[in-house]
């Protein structure tokens, strides 16, 4: 699928992330898959998948792009999705259509820009820089990311103490760059999604609402056994 014409795709709509913790009976293949089939026979644009394994299974299932990525937790840095290149190379063998990295100004195993050029160079995929700042999503930009997403708003230890999603942030990222702007994080109802979109987001991405069955047990949990 052309680079522009997947912006296009994706545009005004809803992005599913179909992910599970690694313990979750949810976490097999199959399963992510089926989750992906269900989300895109049910209207969503694209689905954003983590781990070469699971993309490859939903590639099977699905016709719409593929965000992809691979969370690795390596000790000498706190970036930890698509951190090295060898990591984006492994998500887009797998099948994704478009590459997300942490792209927030922590330190890093690879220098952002070079990772950038690589990706779109030697792969031929877009990137989807996931960040935490204006300052960061300025940064990804001038390293030629093609996409910037809210996802690390909240997530990283300048924004440990914020809550997503920002609207602050979005409205920020909307009037200052001029990449599409995707708003992740925090969005927990269809009426968040429409005020995202109604702000000027390209498109809207939804994972623990939709599909974050472990979480959401967890959080009901919780409220009951706070009564």
Not at 4 to 22: H, N
Not at 86 to 101: Q, T
Not at 203 to 212: D, L, N
Request: glycine share 6%; with cysteine.
């Amino acid at each position: 699928m052309l680079q522009q014409t997947i912006t296009e795709v994706v545009r005004g709509g809803l992005i599913v992330s179909c992910q599970a913790p690694p313990d979750s009976p949810l976490a097999a293949p199959e399963i992510i898959k089926a989750m992906a089939q269900a989300a895109v026979l049910r209207g969503a644009v694209a689905v954003r998948i983590n781990t070469p394994e699971h993309i490859r299974a939903v590639r099977q299932g699905v016709n719409v792009p593929i965000i992809g990525l691979w969370k690795q937790v390596l000790p000498e840095t706190p970036v930890y999705i698509t951190p090295r290149f060898a990591d984006a190379m492994a998500v887009a063998a797998a099948g994704a259509d478009v590459i997300a990295l942490d792209a927030t100004e922590r330190s890093r195993p690879e220098p952002l820009a070079p990772l950038i050029e690589r990706i779109h160079t030697e792969l031929g995929k877009l990137v989807m820089a996931d960040i935490d700042s204006v300052a960061s999503a300025a940064a990804a930009v001038s390293a030629g990311a093609d996409w910037v997403a809210t996802t690390l708003f909240g997530y990283t230890e300048a924004t440990a103490a914020e809550t997503p999603p920002s609207w602050e942030l979005l409205t920020a990222l909307v009037q200052t760059l001029s990449v599409p702007i995707l708003c992740e994080g925090g969005i927990a109802s269809p009426a968040m999604a429409a005020k995202a979109l109604a702000l000027g987001a390209h498109a809207v991405v939804v994972g623990t609402a939709i599909t974050g069955i472990d979480r959401q047990v967890e959080v009901y949990r919780q409220a009951l056994r706070s009564e």
